[in-house]
C-alpha cells in the first residue's frame, strides 16, 4: 500500500463513476478493498491495478 487510503467517494471519483458503482462491484466481489472497522476503503495503486487488467484486448 502506499499513500492515502481512498474512501468510497474518492475511489468513484478516480475511477470516474459513481458511488453506487463501487457499492455495486463491492457486493459483486469484483473490487479489493480493505474493511477498518465499519469504514471501506481503497489502496489507490491497487485501484489502478484493477483498472489495467479490465482492458480488453483488441483482435
Do not use: H, T
Request: zero cysteines; proline letters at 3%; charged letters at 30%.
Amino acid at each position: 500500500m502506499s499513500g492515502k487510503l481512498l474512501d468510497i467517494d474518492g475511489a468513484a471519483e478516480r475511477m470516474n463513476v459513481s458511488p453506487r458503482m463501487i457499492r455495486r462491484l463491492i457486493a459483486q466481489r469484483r473490487l479489493s478493498y480493505l474493511k477498518i472497522g465499519k469504514f471501506v476503503r481503497f489502496d489507490p495503486v491497487a485501484l489502478d491495478e484493477w483498472i489495467y487488467e479490465q482492458y480488453v484486448k483488441a483482435s
